[in-house]
């Protein structure tokens, strides 16, 4: 019998002890016989008799039960218990099972059989309701919320070594939040943790200097708290004008049979203070309006994004020669840091303009202008000011694109907007346009899809337009779609809005100059003077999906002269903002008169430019969204957690002879086309590849000249993304290589040089010692490495790990940008998953310029460190790619535990 568990109910637990038991009704005689419990590879729909590979035994028993009163003594049902016995030292359900808890395996089977299948007498038989009981503690995750705080406030701030916080008191307070590694469900017993605090000095109190520990405390002082409490402490006094940092870590506390004992999580990154007991002062924090400070529980909402807060930033009674202010809003991410020289009174009149609803911290310092000891200008501790701004104005349109299937006769799709009237979009030239089920938002959701199916130039002829005017062109908008783009070989519109003669702005790819542009012309007439924003990066690759927006700007006034168009790509800004009248002196803002056009344009009086590929989830806005709200759009959200579509699916399972097929999207059904990115199939090496298996399918990879290769790339890089392979490596291999070895289990090439624009791949990182990693790169024009962000695995690979299936997962959020400890920005961050588990280290692996790959997309070889090889010595049994960047909790459902 076998029996097989999934690590779910696991997650985020350290296993102290664990027990399997069985249910024995029938046994051959009255004689006891042994009962082997045995650890097996994984069942699948592949398996074959004589059934999965045993890989080691988990304990046995001398036992005979279920044949009542046959026997004498009775011999009733019973349960029969394996638990490790310490005298037998091959027995080790406790340690397997805890590699299942920590994601070393997908999944754990365990077979019961006699230990001599050959004698009849020891055949038994169990019922299906086996258990495994365990006694777990929570493991430990790294704290949240860590910072010192400043002067008076409540909000703790993390600085980086290249701007400290400053601090005018000699015993700063500190703060973390203590966390277990996974969010327990409520009602569930949340842990006994503590956090751990270490402050640093520098030795010249400068960042060159080196550091040493000066201090160390645990919070709570006695006792354990919950997840989620938040632990403060003052430091021990300290020296003025000392330069400082800390970080702190959670330690988890479990006590069981008699013994007990703590684990630590990683720590979190370094915060760095400055302690300046003759910096300014916090600076007062005077609104007049719209928004006003949120006290007690009195928090009204005001304004809405976009809108202009009036502000006075007046100096500290304390202070008399304060000759700058600073400010930034802690809660926006695309906000930087603003400065503003002081008035002859020390005040300064400023407006800050919020770039999402809902509750805001603006933080403001003040400096003298005198320079610290690394000869920068030195700010003074911030004051904060808490307001809240209230819900913007929401969407003249939206289309979702889900109303109908393929083979559909429905040809409109529903606005489902939230601003003014509604205007559908119709589908028009029905033979070149219809509904696709390659939706942006996953299985199950449509696109509609232009001319790609049709050979013939002259009838690719398909479009859409709304039965109204969404947005009026002549005051400030919003445009935003997402595109699948299949042919770059002359002018692509994905949205434009007509007039008589042309088109006061498209929204497209252009041929001539390789790049996704959003324009807008000077005025309605032929042969107009257009105006663009371009893309950053040319040859945006194809068969991608990529986030487009394209806003007008007025800024709320009837002066043309400032008048700007700005292109995003994936959420980001590209380049300036283009203010129009600087381009074409005869720029005039014009209203576009027609309904809007998916997938053409108009110019000089006729209509082209028609889109070949997807185009999904437009909407309008008539008003310009902040880059916070554009970015929040980027990631499409659905229930609150971001959509993501599987764009690339290779599965080894069910392929034979000389590829690895693409899977199908009915698993039953290995004829099925159904699955609609239709990439084509993975092709082996000549050597050091095959496919087979003792009991199931699998790509074996010999780790010396065997990969397979498909044509690249599958995803939008300079968004998010997620890809995960199903893969067993074979000890035996890796062994042999040198220390500092990577075996790539995928990767995707960078355009130019021997690198990976991302991989996977496992390291030997020194003798015996081994560990999984996720990684990104970005090139030169030459090929020359010009940022790289790793994230690897926080424990090495365990005994439990080799010759078994485990999913490993990259994930990469274009979304989340942050500034290291250098004080550089960060484009994005890359995650690392082992099974279900996030990858927690103290410092995020953050890329710092954005990168595009191109050319083969490999399994079990790859390019880093600028050679092409590094073979990976193992099976692969999936590689599967996502346009999105998964959760936590998305990676425990759709690949860890997936539902089918």
Not at 285 to 304: K, L, M, Q, R, Y
Not at 473 to 483: G, I, N, P, Y
Not at 660 to 687: K, Q
Not at 743 to 767: C, M, Y
Request: with cysteine.
């Amino acid at each position: 019998m076998y029996f097989e568990f999934g690590p779910s109910k696991l997650a985020g637990k350290h296993v102290l002890d664990a027990t399997f038991r069985a249910y024995e009704t029938w046994s051959y005689n009255c004689s006891p016989h042994w009962v082997d419990l045995e650890r097996t590879d994984n069942i699948s729909e592949g398996t074959r008799w004589p059934g999965p590979k045993q890989l080691n035994q988990m304990g046995d028993r001398y036992v005979s039960a279920g044949r009542g009163d046959l026997c004498s003594p009775e011999q009733p049902n019973s349960w029969i218990e394996f638990n490790d016995n310490p005298a037998e030292k091959d027995e080790n359900l406790t340690s397997t099972v805890r590699a299942l808890a920590n994601g070393k395996m997908s999944r754990l089977t365990l077979m019961l059989r006699a230990k001599d299948e050959g004698d009849p007498r020891a055949w038994k038989r169990f019922d299906k309701n086996a258990e495994l009981k365990v006694w777990y503690m929570h493991k430990p995750g790294v704290p949240t919320s860590v910072g010192a705080i400043p002067g008076t406030g409540n909000k703790a701030q993390c600085r980086p070594a290249k701007d400290p916080l400053t601090v005018t008191v000699d015993s700063p307070r500190v703060q973390a939040s203590v966390q277990t590694k996974v969010e327990q469900h409520q009602g569930d017993e949340e842990g006994s943790l503590q956090a751990e605090f270490v402050m640093q000095r520098s030795s010249t109190d400068t960042t060159s200097g080196s550091w040493s520990d000066v201090w160390k405390d645990y919070e709570p002082d006695s006792g354990w708290s919950p997840d989620g409490t938040r632990e403060e402490t003052t430091t021990t006094k300290r020296a003025d004008g000392g330069l400082y940092r800390f970080k702190a870590r959670t330690q988890s506390h479990w006590v069981y049979g008699g013994k007990k004992g703590d684990l630590f999580s990683p720590y979190s990154k370094w915060c760095y203070l400055r302690i300046d007991s003759t910096a300014p002062k916090e600076p007062t924090i005077v609104s007049h309006a719209p928004f006003t400070e949120c006290v007690a529980d009195d928090c009204a909402a005001n304004g809405h994004p976009g809108t202009n807060g009036a502000f006075t930033f007046k100096p500290n009674k304390a202070d008399k020669d304060v000759k700058q202010y600073r400010w930034r809003l802690l809660t926006s991410e695309a906000d930087a840091t603003q400065t503003r020289p002081a008035r002859p009174d020390g005040t300064a009149p400023v407006a800050v303009r919020p770039g999402l609803a809902g509750t805001q911290t603006l933080s403001v310092e003040a400096s003298d202008l005198k320079l610290d000891k690394e000869g920068r200008v030195r700010w003074g501790p911030p004051a904060e000011f808490v307001f809240k701004v209230g819900l913007a104005e929401g969407s003249t349109g939206r289309w979702r694109f889900d109303d109908a299937g393929p083979g559909s006769s429905k040809l409109t799709a529903n606005d489902t907007g939230q601003v003014g009237a509604r205007h559908d979009v119709i589908l028009r030239e029905e033979a070149a346009t219809g509904w696709s089920t390659m939706g942006r938002r996953g299985a199950g959701d449509y696109a509609l899809r232009f001319n790609d199916n049709l050979s013939d130039a002259d009838k690719q002829v398909g479009y859409a337009s709304t039965d109204g005017v969404p947005v009026n062109t002549q005051d400030s908008f919003t445009v935003s779609a997402w595109t699948y783009l299949t042919d770059a070989s002359a002018n692509r519109a994905v949205l434009s809005a007509p007039g008589e003669h042309g088109s006061a702005f498209t929204l497209y790819y252009s041929s001539a100059a390789k790049k996704w542009v959003f324009n807008r012309t000077d005025r309605d007439k032929d042969s107009p003077v257009y105006i663009r924003s371009l893309a950053d990066a040319e040859n945006p690759p194809l068969k991608v999906w990529t986030h487009l927006v394209g806003v007008f700007d007025t800024q709320g006034d009837a002066d043309k002269s400032n008048d700007t168009i700005q292109l995003y790509v994936n959420g980001r800004p590209q380049g300036k903002p283009v203010v129009l009248e600087d381009e074409a002196t005869t720029y005039t803002p014009w209203t576009a008169d027609r309904n809007m056009m998916v997938g053409r344009s108009k110019v000089g009086g006729g209509y082209g430019d028609y889109f070949l590929g997807r185009v999904d989830e437009i909407a309008t806005w008539q008003r310009s969204l902040e880059p916070d709200e554009i970015r929040e759009e980027s990631r499409l959200e659905r229930k609150g957690a971001p959509t993501n579509e599987l764009v690339g699916h290779w599965d080894a399972t069910i392929s034979s002879g000389g590829k690895v097929t693409e899977s199908p999207e009915d698993p039953d059904d290995p004829s099925s086309t159904a699955f609609p990115y239709r990439r084509g199939a993975m092709d082996l090496s000549d050597s050091g590849a095959r496919l087979t298996g003792d009991d199931a399918t699998a790509l074996v990879l010999d780790g010396k000249s065997g990969y397979a290769s498909a044509a690249g790339p599958v995803v939008d890089e300079t968004g998010s993304f997620t890809v995960s392979a199903r893969v067993r490596l074979t000890k035996a291999e890796l062994a042999g290589k040198q220390v500092g070895y990577r075996g790539l289990v995928a990767g995707q090439a960078t355009p130019v040089g021997k690198e990976s624009s991302w991989a996977l791949w496992v390291e030997k990182t020194g003798d015996d010692i081994y560990r999984w990693k996720f990684g990104r790169t970005a090139v030169s024009a030459s090929g020359k490495v010009a940022a790289s962000a790793v994230v690897e695995a926080e424990d090495p690979i365990g005994p439990e790990e080799w010759d078994t299936w485990i999913d490993v997962t990259g994930v990469f959020d274009a979304g989340l940008d942050f500034t290291d400890d250098e004080g550089d920005q960060r484009f994005g961050v890359a995650k690392l998953y082992v099974g279900q588990f996030a990858q927690q280290g103290e410092d995020d692996a953050g890329l710092a310029r954005p990168q595009q790959g191109d050319g083969a997309l490999t399994a079990g070889r790859g390019a880093a460190k600028g050679t092409t090889g590094h073979y990976l010595p193992g099976d692969l049994a999936k590689l599967r790619v996502w346009t999105g960047a998964m959760t936590p909790a998305q990676v425990t459902e759709q690949i860890a535990e997936p539902s089918t």
